[in-house]
Nanobody, 123 residues
Framework: QVQLVESGGGLVQAGGSLRLSCAAS????????MGWFRQAPGKEREFVAA????????NYADSVKGRSTISRDNAKNTVYLQMNTLKPEDTAVYYC????????????????WGQGTQVTVSS
């Protein structure tokens, strides 16, 4: 069992930056694919970014590509999402997730989820 706790969310003006962190406990993250998803009010949870166990393979949603970077520090059992040039449409609750298979954009491919951290971008 893996417990995931996100942090780093907050209120930021458009054009600003945030770095989200996802700390794991219970088991080491090194064998898991890690993903970030987000969910805005009234919308379905959507894929943001994912990274394989070694960090050598990443994938991004088109909406954040070029503005965001996912990374991981397996020694610290932590995954990060650096988000730059934030836009009001980035406002959502951001969730990190751990999966056992491959780098996937699908919610169902991930087995463990955190509780989420709110990101609000003002215009």
């Amino acid at each position: 069992q893996v417990q995931l706790v996100e942090s780093g969310g907050g209120l930021v003006q458009a054009g600003g930056s945030l770095r989200l962190s996802c700390a794991a406990s219970g088991r080491t993250l090194s064998s898991y694919v890690m993903g970030w998803f987000r969910q805005a009010p009234g919308k379905e949870r959507e894929f943001v970014a994912a990274i394989n166990w070694s960090g050598g393979s990443t994938n991004y949603a088109d909406s954040v590509k070029g503005r965001s970077t996912i990374s991981r520090d397996n020694a610290k059992n932590t995954v990060y999402l650096q988000m730059n040039t934030l836009k009001p449409e980035d406002t959502a609750v951001y969730y990190c997730a751990a999966g056992n298979s491959y780098v996937s954009v699908v919610v169902g491919a991930y087995n463990y989820w955190g509780q989420g951290t709110q990101v609000t971008v003002s215009s």
